[in-house]
């Protein structure tokens, strides 16, 4: 493979791997908060137990994530310099807002968090969870965006000397459009990967905690912990059902400004090649056969104007086709040694399934949620047992997981060959001094070292999730020489 492919292979790797723990740390963070906060109003001593239980797989999954992420920078630097050093001036802006405001305030107040327990009063202890989550949010949002110029580039101007792109406005570029309503899609789609997994959890604690399994912690266990389980995964189901519906909302507006902005992503998302006639609307494909590259696309179950409608927000709205945006992609950026390519249209199949692939695992995600809902209703005697739960119980945050994955790569393809929308194609981006054997060995380090990783969470995880919520203990104020009474 040549430079250019291998470095985009490093990027999709690296980036989609360190993808799968941001949406957890964002829901988690705002769950934990949640029970911690519902502690110390109701003085509960479950929710003191949910908070340290589910705090715990949240810090995990923190420390990990914070891993993959310094990896980032990295890659950046090595594989793409070229792009760096176009959109450097704009790209330092919120990418040093991140670090230094957002991560800084994550990790500060997640270490009070951990070791403030008899150290800190009880109120500045739980605000010290709260900033955390806002920090995780803050976070999101400053590399949404970075991310959201390389989507519409805005509050820039072109220096003619230096060829790079300068800093304009940088309320322009922290209010881009694509910000405004990327930002509470990837939230909220965080938020239904929290739930999710505090619901798969608990439910399958709930269920050991009937059967006597859970009494793995001395003192704990037994079936007098089902309703606490019971609660805590009902909590995640509403919460991962009410984020889901506001992913469905947010995803709409995203889909109407995509097609105002991007417009060749949504007709690469539908397969359209041809603009409809005047007067016709754009159909909507539910299922699609064609050639691995997208060519001759069959359509074997479409809805009428439903494209129309979201990609425009009414039902005769004109939605152009892949052929006729080329054409004028080609008459405005084909001559530019920045924005040449060969071809406009992204790869077809790769965006058509990503974008069906992210909706149906969250509709799967979300299906469990409400059957998990009705499961553990009031009017719903005992706890269910049938052996079916168990795979749904696996399944679904990995639903919500593999969806963000998904909706992420959709987004990052479906702009190709761009690499800032008509600004550089991704191939003008990569390092011109960086050999194919350089990139191999990289690559195949952050692959390793991504592999050693994953089993490190998971084992983490399982480990934990077995051991189950500690004993409550009524927390005290501890003496500078007394040791400390929540550490990991």
């Known amino acids: 493979m040549e430079t250019l492919e291998l470095a985009r292979w490093q990027f999709a790797i690296t980036t989609v791997y360190h993808f799968f723990f941001v949406p957890i740390t964002i829901g988690m963070s705002a769950l934990v908060a949640w029970f911690h906060t519902r502690w110390l109003i109701k003085r509960n001593p479950e929710d003191m137990r949910l908070a340290k239980f589910f ?64 150290k800190l009063p009880e109120k500045i202890h739980v605000m010290c969870i709260w900033l955390v989550h806002i920090g995780t949010v ?48 990837v939230v909220t789609s965080a ?41 805590a995964a009902r909590l995640g189901a509403v919460v991962s059902l009410v984020a889901g519906l506001a992913v469905a909302v947010s995803g709409d507006v995203q889909g109407k400004i995509m097609t105002e902005v991007q417009p060749m992503k949504m007709a690469a998302a539908e397969a359209l090649y041809d603009t409809p006639p005047a007067g016709e609307c754009a159909p909507f ?39 006729d945006i080329e054409n004028e992609y080609r008459a405005t950026f084909a001559d530019q040694e920045l924005t040449q390519a060969d071809s406009y249209i992204p790869p077809i199949a790769m965006t058509y399934w990503n974008f069906r692939l992210m909706m149906g ?9 409400a059957v998990v809902l009705f499961a553990t209703r009031k009017k719903a005697m005992g706890v269910p047992m049938q052996g079916w739960w168990k795979p749904l119980l696996v399944l679904a945050p990995i639903a919500t997981v593999v969806a963000n994955s998904f909706g992420w790569i959709f987004t990052e393809l479906g702009r190709q060959p761009w690499i800032v929308q008509g600004e550089m194609t991704t191939a003008q981006g990569v390092s011109p001094s960086v050999g194919a054997a ?33 004993p409550f203990e009524e927390p005290k104020l501890l003496e500078d020489d007394d040791e400390l009474a929540f550490a990991y």
């Open 55 to 118: 705090g715990k797989l949240f810090t995990i999954n923190f420390a990990l994530g914070l891993v993959t992420g310094i990896v980032q920078e990295f890659q950046f630097g090595m594989n793409w310099s070229s792009y760096s050093r176009f959109v450097g001036d704009i790209f330092g802006a919120p990418l040093a807002f991140e670090a230094l405001l957002a991560f800084f305030m994550e990790s500060t107040f997640l270490g009070l968090w951990i070791f403030g327990w008899g």
């Open 138 to 185: 803050l976070s999101a949002y400053f590399i949404l965006a970075a991310n959201s110029f390389m989507q519409n580039p805005v509050g820039y101007r072109i220096n003619e000397v230096t060829g790079r792109a300068e800093m304009a406005d940088f309320i322009a570029v922290l209010t881009n459009k694509v910000q405004l309503v990327a930002f509470p899609h």
């Open 191 to 231: 938020y239904m990967v929290g739930g999710a997994f505090i619901m798969a959890v608990a439910f399958h604690k709930m269920r050991q905690a009937q059967r006597g399994e859970a009494a793995t912690v001395a003192g704990a266990g037994g079936q007098e912990e089902v309703p606490m389980w019971r609660r």
């Open 285 to 323: 494909s539910v299922l699609t056969v064609a050639g691995l590259g997208g060519e001759d696309p069959r359509h074997i179950i479409e809805i009428p104007c439903l494209l129309s409608y979201l990609g425009t927000g009414s039902w005769d709205g004109q939605v152009q086709g892949m052929v």
């Open 361 to 369: 695992a969250g509709f799967f995600a979300a299906g469990v949620a």
């Open 438 to 470: 350089d990139v191999w060995i990289s690559m195949i380090v952050y692959t390793l070292v991504y592999g050693v990783l994953a089993v490190i969470e998971v084992k983490l995880f399982l480990d934990y999730i077995k051991k189950g919520a500690e």
